[in-house]
């Protein structure tokens, strides 16, 4: 008589002693799901610098390096006209170009007019530095104190930092009024005219008594940091709320 068949199904995977399945033969996923490493951004202290906080202090502290380099333009030259003897009576433009256009007495008037011009735009082009570097400092300062977690350790820290980020937003206006209002008083005195006509009796444009695209630059980057320290102050009190809800219903630690 013919043994009848088995209904059991076979086995499957690996068996160990006793026909138990041995240790971490279960279901294995295809090589390509395994989790990919940590980013540079995904450790503890670095994923501050995802949040919205991070990014507005980012755009300050650009805005201040863009403002500390436009103010520069005005600090770092005398502009306009420099005499070199020793090449036989060439001169030459600071901005490039050899010339021949003034001789003599010229000459020499053009580069006294130069420095007085360049002595007048010396304190404004050096307090737009100034204010340029402080706000490059104070915005990587605060990217650093996020860093750290300081905020969700003493929350009371976001609100001195929305204060900070308000008094920097009201202190840039009369600072901008300040900026412009120096430099066009720079440009109307008689220093600024009369080199400007000594320049277009040789034929040279550049050296109208009028902005130039540096100090509109530095202008317009600090009216734009106005409103990214507002923007920042809001997010301040934001964060604020949070690490209080945080702090009485701790569900998830939520980065700032």
Request: glycine share 14%; with cysteine.
């Amino acid at each position: 008589m013919a043994e009848p068949s088995s209904s059991r199904a076979p086995r499957t995977g690996r068996s160990g002693a006793g026909g138990r399945a041995a240790p971490g033969a279960g279901r294995r996923g295809p090589p390509g799901r395994r989790a990919a490493a940590p980013g540079l951004l995904e450790c503890g202290r670095c994923r501050y610098l995802r949040t919205a906080r991070a990014c507005g202090q980012v755009v300050e502290a650009v805005l201040a390096l863009l403002i500390l380099v436009c103010s520069s333009v005005s600090y770092g030259s005398t502009g306009g006209y420099t005499g070199l003897p020793g090449l036989g009576g060439i001169y030459y433009y600071h901005y490039g170009g050899a010339y021949s256009g003034f001789s003599g007495a010229d000459g020499d008037k053009a580069q006294q007019l130069d420095q007085r011009f360049y002595l007048l735009k010396l304190p404004i082009a050096r307090a737009a530095m100034a204010v340029g570097g402080s706000l490059l400092v104070f915005s990587c300062v605060l990217i650093l104190v996020g860093v750290l977690r300081l905020p969700w350790r003493f929350p009371a820290w976001l609100l001195l930092e929305c204060v900070l980020d308000v008094a920097v937003a009201i202190g840039m206006v009369p600072a901008l009024y300040y900026f412009f209002h120096f430099l066009l008083g720079v440009y109307n005195s008689p220093v600024c005219k009369e080199r400007e006509q000594l320049y277009q009796s040789k034929g040279y444009q550049g050296f109208r008594c009028s902005l130039h695209a540096a100090e509109i630059a530095a202008g317009l980057w600090g009216c734009i940091a106005v409103l990214a320290y507002l923007l920042s102050a809001g997010l301040a009190v934001r964060g604020y709320r949070t690490v209080r809800k945080l702090k009485q219903k701790p569900v998830e630690l939520y980065e700032l």
